[in-house]
């Protein structure tokens, strides 16, 4: 067993209100009672696997290299889905095969992100005694990320896998001076999470025109504050892309956005500027 604790984040659609997300930890620190157990969220919204993907991808950089991140939204629990273990980066992520590492395997493709190991969990050794059809939470995913943060190699685990399943992420296009890119994530405060990058504006906050569902903007701000309560802005955000937000309110509800709507910049050239 390593010298210092292992750390295991816990990403899952079941919300706090039932015993699931704590009979998870329960299993966890049943087979390691020294790790370290994150919350990362239980408020993915019911099956949503795109808005885990997203989440996952936007946050597991932050932990320490050998982190075990395990995700568990998994509306195909109980069918002949596959369940794997991921290694990326140093990072290793336990999780079922159905799309849920879509962005990290998107930047795996683009090159941003290194090569990834990934295996099936197929070693009934490393699962609970009993494995329901309704729960591989606690039967599967749980005992194999605490077996593996006890050092338990991925080659125990099962067989080498390739080709994992990926959903269509959407991807921002430049044509001339315009970028169009769409709404991928509206978080808790309403703020709506673009899947524009801060690379794609080059740096610069002006001479931009935004348009969001019949919003227009005309500059990025550097901070909320720089525009005036209930007032819409754009910003660059956390996890380094353009969000659409409202100081002090919900873009959300102000401006009708939903995910999948368009967002669409156009760089506006001085009509001042010497010829």
Same mark, same amino acid.
């Given at each position: 067993?390593?010298?210092?604790?292992?750390?295991?984040?816990?990403?899952?659609?079941?919300?706090?209100?039932?015993?699931?997300? #704590?009979?998870?930890?329960?299993?966890?620190?049943?087979?390691?009672?020294?790790?370290?157990?994150?919350?990362?969220?239980?408020? +993915?919204?019911?099956?949503?696997?795109?808005?885990?993907?997203?989440?996952?991808?936007?946050?597991?950089?932050?932990?320490?290299?050998?982190?075990?991140?395990?995700?568990?939204?998994?509306?195909?629990?109980?069918?002949?889905?596959?369940?794997?273990?991921?290694?990326?980066?140093?990072?290793?992520?336990?999780?079922?095969?159905?799309?849920? !590492?879509?962005?990290?395997?998107?930047?795996?493709?683009?090159?941003?992100?290194?090569?990834?190991?990934?295996?099936?969990?197929?070693?009934?050794?490393?699962? !609970?005694?009993? /494995?329901?059809?309704?729960?591989?939470?606690?039967?599967?995913?749980?005992?194999?990320?605490?077996?593996?943060?006890?050092?338990?190699? !991925?080659?125990?685990?099962?067989?080498? +896998?390739?080709? !994992?399943?990926?959903?269509?992420?959407?991807?921002?296009?430049?044509?001339?001076?315009?970028?169009?890119?769409?709404?991928?994530?509206?978080?808790?405060?309403?703020?709506?999470?673009?899947?524009?990058?801060?690379?794609?504006?080059?740096?610069?906050?002006? #001479?931009?025109?935004?348009? +969001?569902?019949?919003?227009?903007?005309?500059?990025?701000?550097?901070?909320?504050?720089?525009?005036? /309560?209930?007032?819409?802005?754009?910003?660059?955000?956390?996890?380094?892309?353009?969000?659409?937000?409202?100081?002090?309110?919900?873009?959300?509800?102000?401006?009708?956005?939903?995910? #999948?709507?368009?967002?669409?910049?156009?760089?506006?050239?001085?009509?001042?500027?010497?010829?």
């Amino acid at each position: 067993m390593n010298d210092f604790p292992r750390i295991i984040t816990l990403t899952t659609d079941f919300g706090t209100s039932d015993a699931y997300v #704590g009979t998870m930890k329960g299993v966890i620190l049943g087979i390691n009672p020294n790790v370290r157990v994150v919350d990362l969220t239980h408020a +993915v919204p019911p099956q949503d696997i795109h808005e885990a993907a997203f989440i996952i991808r936007s946050a597991y950089r932050y932990f320490p290299e050998g982190t075990i991140h395990t995700v568990v939204v998994d509306p195909g629990v109980g069918s002949d889905r596959q369940a794997i273990v991921c290694e990326i980066e140093g990072a290793f992520f336990v999780c079922p095969d159905n799309g849920v !590492l879509s962005y990290l395997l998107q930047a795996i493709d683009d090159g941003t992100e290194h090569r990834m190991n990934a295996v099936a969990i197929q070693n009934p050794a490393y699962h !609970l005694p009993q /494995v329901s059809n309704t729960f591989h939470g606690r039967d599967i995913f749980a005992p194999v990320a605490a077996h593996l943060s006890r050092g338990v190699p !991925l080659a125990n685990i099962g067989p080498p +896998v390739e080709n !994992l399943v990926q959903l269509p992420i959407p991807t921002s296009e430049v044509s001339g001076n315009t970028i169009t890119g769409q709404i991928v994530k509206i978080d808790r405060f309403g703020n709506a999470i673009t899947n524009i990058s801060e690379s794609a504006l080059a740096g610069e906050v002006s #001479g931009y025109e935004i348009n +969001v569902q019949g919003a227009r903007l005309t500059r990025i701000n550097r901070a909320y504050a720089e525009s005036p /309560v209930g007032e819409p802005l754009a910003i660059i955000g956390s996890a380094g892309v353009l969000e659409i937000a409202v100081n002090g309110g919900s873009a959300e509800k102000q401006l009708g956005l939903k995910r #999948g709507d368009a967002a669409i910049i156009r760089k506006r050239y001085d009509s001042c500027q010497k010829t």
